[in-house]
């Protein structure tokens, strides 16, 4: 009888669980009692975001500013409360007649190789008035594989110095692509780089139409990028993390690992200690995991118990390990974790004193309230706080 009476609780508990979860999910975008460390990524609240940036030739700084700081943009956006997904994806734009019109980088939770495409853009052509602007819109709003979920903050940030040309016929004017972007639940905001009349009054009419906000920065975009004594120490420990990485998986799973890995490499050998210091400290938080280790990696999935080991088929273990005895394949995963778990507490460590010496600098500047960074992340903690995400902090991450 007693039985009874605990598989009855059991099932009421259960039945009023399923009825009232719609009821709290819409009061909160985090599931009841679930500590955000340990959300499944499926059930993560999500952040897609994509840079529409002018690349002809007037934009060199500001195109040196965005390779400085994408990551502090990537952290920023990942310093919600509910730790979410963040993807990003880039479109490139010049004008006819240049060497390319537009160049699309999809949205992906793999930032390191969208850095390293980033990484190769450059200032040229241009010059001669109106660019290609419409059509790099086009592309960001049709061409990205944006979540069709409505509870995603979904938004572009489009960045340049000139308007867009509306004497081409063939194009899909502002206008028209703008209506489609709210339709998407896309909302668009415009950073106009230095002062032109003509590019001003446009650029405000594409974020009025598109529910987004309209800024103005300096020529070089304004952007704050402060080198500190901490940088190259954090560049080294997040290398060394890296190291620690075995991937699994058949041939195509490993085709998408070399994949990363050379973007790994590419973006370490190009980009400043400062940008490797900041990939850190994005890679170091609960949305940057992603980014950190990718798929199918075998110490962090054995260690969160997500895979075991022994159900692995041995020609899907990193090749070094496939002729190991399974004490020998153990020991080695517990050896890297080990490692892996010493080097993560050393980032947190100098990561903690990277932003102790910021907060110090931006004190003794009047705390930065003009530059770019601050102006995203205003519209970033607006427009996202609509959707449910919760931002505490009263200034991005630098």
């Known amino acids: ?34 500590p955000v460390a340990v959300l499944p990524e499926a059930d993560k609240p999500k952040i897609e975001v994509v840079f529409v940036l002018d690349t002809t030739g ?138 032109d009349g003509n590019t001003k009054n446009q650029w405000q009419q594409i974020a009025q139409l598109g529910g987004g906000d309209y800024f103005q920065v300096e020529q070089a975009g304004s952007a704050v990028a402060v080198v500190t004594p901490y940088d190259k120490r954090l560049a080294e420990i997040s290398k060394e993390i890296e190291d620690t990485r075995l991937y699994f998986g058949d041939k195509a799973a490993k085709a998408k690992q070399r994949i ?42 054995i260690s969160s118990g997500a895979v075991d080991l022994e159900e692995i088929d041995a020609d899907q273990l990193p090749e070094p390990m496939q002729a190991m005895s399974p004490a020998a394949q153990k020991s080695l995963i517990e050896e890297k974790a080990g490692e892996r778990q010493r080097l993560e507490q050393e980032l947190k460590i100098a990561s903690k004193e990277r932003n102790d010496y910021l907060k110090k600098e931006a004190e003794k500047a009047g705390g930065y309230k003009d530059s770019l960074d601050a102006k995203i992340y205003s519209a970033v903690r607006e427009q996202a706080g609509k959707k449910g995400f919760v931002y505490e902090s009263d200034a991005p991450a630098y």
């Open 260 to 301: 990363k890995t050379a973007a790994t490499d590419k973006l370490r050998s190009m980009a400043s200690e400062s940008a490797l210091a900041r990939r850190a400290e994005f890679n170091a938080s609960d949305s940057g995991k992603t980014n950190m280790y990718g798929k199918n990696e075998l110490v962090d999935s």
């Open 1 to 34: 009888m007693k039985t009874k009476v605990i598989t009855l609780a059991l099932f009421l508990f259960t039945a009023a669980t399923v009825i009232a979860y719609p009821i709290i999910k819409e009061r909160s975008n985090t599931p009841i009692d679930t």
């Open 58 to 195: 007037s934009m060199s700084g500001l195109i040196g500013a965005a390779k400085e700081k994408i990551w502090s943009i990537a952290s920023t956006m990942a310093s919600a409360q509910s730790a979410p997904e963040i993807k990003m994806g880039l479109v490139a734009y010049r004008d006819r007649g240049d060497a390319y019109v537009t160049k699309v980088v999809d949205l992906s939770s793999d930032l390191d190789s969208m850095y390293a495409t980033l990484m190769d853009f450059k200032a040229q052509g241009g010059g001669d008035g109106p660019e290609s602007v419409n059509q790099a819109l086009d592309d960001a709003v049709n061409k990205m594989s944006w979540s069709q979920d409505q509870d995603t903050y979904k938004v572009v940030f489009m960045v340049g110095d000139a308007p867009p040309h509306m004497d081409y016929q063939d194009d899909v004017k502002y206008p028209v692509t703008v209506k489609v972007a709210q339709s998407k639940g896309i909302l668009i905001n415009t950073i106009q780089c230095g002062l």
